[in-house]
């Protein structure tokens, strides 16, 4: 999916990958949650796509909300094994809640989706900002 985005918007992409896996040459590896979000920031990036285990209860070993609440970068989940590389981009559900990072990043799914894609908004409601 990274090396698709890469070639379709001629951009660089980084490889990161955890301790416990199989890492490529080209790829930096971390030993936490923590430690990445640390390398994504120094690294500056500007999309963020992570793979989650997709057998229930495999060993997740990256902290999602951990992730999602310490890089500025908009995050893509994956789900699910992705057999073609572009089909991530034909239907994506992108949640706002209406903080000010959301909304600087809300650009994106329009620009990751592909032509005719389906795109779903999610708008979601802190009970405690409106109490």
């Given at each position: 999916v990274s090396e698709t985005l890469a070639?379709?918007?001629e951009s660089n992409c980084t490889r990161y990958v955890p301790a416990s896996?199989?890492?490529e040459s080209d790829a930096t590896v971390f030993h936490s949650t923590a430690e990445l979000i640390g390398q994504l920031r120094l690294g500056r990036?500007?999309?963020?796509?992570v793979a989650l285990p997709g057998d229930p209860g495999a060993e997740e070993l990256v902290d999602l909300d951990d992730l999602v609440f310490g890089t500025a970068a908009p995050i893509l989940v994956l789900r699910k094994r992705v057999l073609d590389p572009t089909s991530p981009f034909h239907s994506i559900l992108h949640s706002l809640n209406g903080n000010f990072r959301q909304t600087r990043n809300f650009s994106y799914?329009?620009?990751?989706?592909?032509?005719?894609?389906?795109?779903l908004l999610l708008h979601t409601i802190d009970r405690d900002e409106i109490s």
């Amino acid at each position: 999916v990274s090396e698709t985005l890469a070639a379709r918007f001629e951009s660089n992409c980084t490889r990161y990958v955890p301790a416990s896996g199989e890492a490529e040459s080209d790829a930096t590896v971390f030993h936490s949650t923590a430690e990445l979000i640390g390398q994504l920031r120094l690294g500056r990036a500007d999309l963020v796509i992570v793979a989650l285990p997709g057998d229930p209860g495999a060993e997740e070993l990256v902290d999602l909300d951990d992730l999602v609440f310490g890089t500025a970068a908009p995050i893509l989940v994956l789900r699910k094994r992705v057999l073609d590389p572009t089909s991530p981009f034909h239907s994506i559900l992108h949640s706002l809640n209406g903080n000010f990072r959301q909304t600087r990043n809300f650009s994106y799914p329009f620009s990751l989706a592909l032509p005719e894609a389906r795109l779903l908004l999610l708008h979601t409601i802190d009970r405690d900002e409106i109490s």
